[in-house]
């Protein structure tokens, strides 16, 4: 007799889908009562998955880092806002590498103090005629001194003024101040780029727009003889990067190290300190230098007024020369920023470029993949031309850089800040009399004041943006003056906060794919 086997026992048989199999004797009514139910389950069911989808790639999103690209051509003030960020938002990194900016801080003096030992030099040797011709470009100050845009009209006036007299006791300061070629020399060696690092050439205002126009590959971190990415880890890794290298160099000549050498330019500066005063504060050298537009006062890493506190064995830089002190950017330099308190956890990446021409195209591949672009627009340099191309006024060349990023295509979708930068040396300019009619016809009539230059330039700005953009976006403009850590301070908050803002705003609007 077999025995009867049980129901449900099966061992093929799942349990649950026998649990949730529909009733044997279930009617047609039930049934489409029962799918009915099932249906409305399977929906529910399905947008809540969604939900879930949704809300965690919101989450990873805004767990990604904000990523903030500064733009702006060269001595716009990249990276001295970059060290106002650190400042504000790093400060233990920021402790830890102030004191490598030492060296920095001398070369720039040294070179101010060099600068004018070559206009002294030329003038020296042509001290029996009265006219005294300007200074060749390679010499001057830097390409923003205002010696370069003078009116033949204006140069006139200052060769028709009289002769300079210079005596023996210039001869001997040039003479006892000759050591100082070498430290620059020694100090160039140690913290500037070589000179295969460099670019070939000076290269177009924008360069990446021909690229965005040929569709070349954005994600790519190009590579080109045509720049050099020297540093992906910002000072640090820039300034230790020279001190290693003056390090192995000192270790392979048998002795010394980068302290070490670092001492010595300090010990011979300390030897020709009071020479390089006598010189700063003689009155027909500051003369000579005001015949030449040579506007020491404006230019990038001016120490000259800090002599006695700067050149002393015991020099530990403040945050406000490190601000102050010039090193050009190569390449593409990047700065993470952990954030603290209820952000904890989420990360900020700041990507600094070099803003000369010959860098430009090194930006391109950062454009797919940045949230905001601080862009710095130098609004002092009205009067001044282009390092790379005398040809260019320096505000056109932003005034170009600005019109090409607000119309990629590329950025459409980045948030665009504007930094009008250099807003103490307007002032100091329109203060001295520089005429910005005189640079910028389209300026009329208008008060040759702050309030009214910036509130035009402004307007330059956005009715730029408002042509050229692809699309709708608000207009964010401060007034910066990078070098002032106190107020910069304050308006890097806001704009913080605004970045933050639109990057959750995003993240929250995740649509499903
Ligand atoms: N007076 C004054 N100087 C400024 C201001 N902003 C920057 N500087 C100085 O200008 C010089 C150039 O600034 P950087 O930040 O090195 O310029 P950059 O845009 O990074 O230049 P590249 O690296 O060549 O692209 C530095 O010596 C700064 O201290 C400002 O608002 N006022
Ligand atoms: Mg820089």
């Known amino acids: 007799m077999g025995k009867a086997t049980p129901k449900y026992e099966s061992a093929d048989v799942d349990p649950l889908a026998v649990l949730a199999a529909p009733p044997r004797d279930e009617t047609p009514q039930q049934r489409a009562e029962r799918e009915r139910a099932e249906a409305e389950a399977k929906r529910v069911s399905d947008s809540i998955d969604e939900q879930i989808r949704v809300e965690k790639a919101a989450r990873s999103k805004r ?49 101010s103090v060099n600068i004018i030992l070559d206009q002294l030099a030329r003038e020296l040797a042509i001290s029996r005629t009265t006219i005294t011709p300007a200074p060749p470009a390679s010499l001057r100050l830097h390409a923003s001194s205002s010696a370069t845009s003078l009116s033949d009209s204006e140069s006139d006036v200052r060769s028709q ?3 300079l007299r210079f005596g023996e006791r210039h001869k001997l300061l040039a003479l006892r101040l000759g050591p100082l070629r070498r430290v620059q020399a020694d100090l160039e060696r140690r913290l500037c780029a070589p000179p295969d690092d460099d670019d070939g050439g000076p290269g177009p205002a924008t360069p990446f727009v021909e690229m965005e126009a040929a569709g070349a590959a954005p994600g790519r971190r190009r590579r080109t003889h045509e720049f050099f990415v020297r540093s992906r880890a910002g000072w640090k890794g820039a300034l ?5 290298r003056a390090r192995t160099r000192a270790g392979r000549r048998g002795g010394g190290n980068a302290e070490d050498e670092a001492d010595e330019a300090m010990e011979v500066i300390l030897g020709c300190k009071e020479d390089v005063v006598a010189l700063w504060k003689d009155a027909t050298v500051r003369a000579m ?3 030449h537009g040579m506007e020491f006062e404006d230019a990038p890493g001016f120490f000259l007024d800090d002599v006695d506190r700067i050149v002393s064995r015991s020099y530990a830089p403040s945050d406000a020369d490190v601000v102050r002190a010039r090193l050009r950017t190569l390449g593409v330099q990047e700065y993470p920023f952990p954030c ?17 021409r010959s860098c430009r195209s090194a930006w391109y591949p950062y454009f797919m993949d940045v949230n905001a672009i601080i862009f710095l627009a130098p609004i002092s340099v009205f009067d001044e031309r282009l390092e790379e191309d005398p040809t260019m006024n320096r505000l056109e060349d932003t005034y170009l850089l600005w019109k090409a990023v607000v119309s ?32 910028i016809p389209t300026y009329g009539d208008r008060e040759n004041d ?64």
């Open 450 to 513: 702050v309030p009214t230059a910036t509130k035009y330039f402004r307007k330059q700005f956005r009715d730029m943006m408002k042509k050229h953009s692809t699309v709708q976006r608000p207009f964010y403009s401060y007034l910066t003056t990078a070098i002032d850590t106190k107020t910069t301070t304050q308006t890097l908050a806001t704009v913080r906060e605004i970045l933050m803002r639109d990057h959750l705003e995003k993240a929250d609007l995740l649509q499903p794919l």
């Open 161 to 163: 003024s009289s002769p």
């Open 240 to 244: 230790g990067w020279a001190m290693t």
């Open 63 to 111: 767990r990604a880092p904000v990523k903030v690209l500064l733009l702006g051509q060269s001595e716009s003030g990249k990276s001295t806002i970059v060290k106002n960020f650190q400042i504000a938002y790093a400060q233990n990194a920021w402790a830890e590498q102030r004191a490598s900016w030492r060296s920095v801080v001398l070369l720039n003096l040294v070179r």
């Open 340 to 356: 603290t308190g209820p952000q904890a956890g989420r990360e900020w990446v700041m990507y600094d470029v070099g803003g000369a």
């Open 408 to 439: 990629s295509k590329l950025l459409q979708k980045v948030q665009l800040i504007l930094f009008l930068n250099k807003c103490d040396i307007l002032q100091r300019k329109l203060e001295r009399g520089v005429s910005i009619k005189r640079y």
């Open 289 to 291: 230098l005001a015949r």
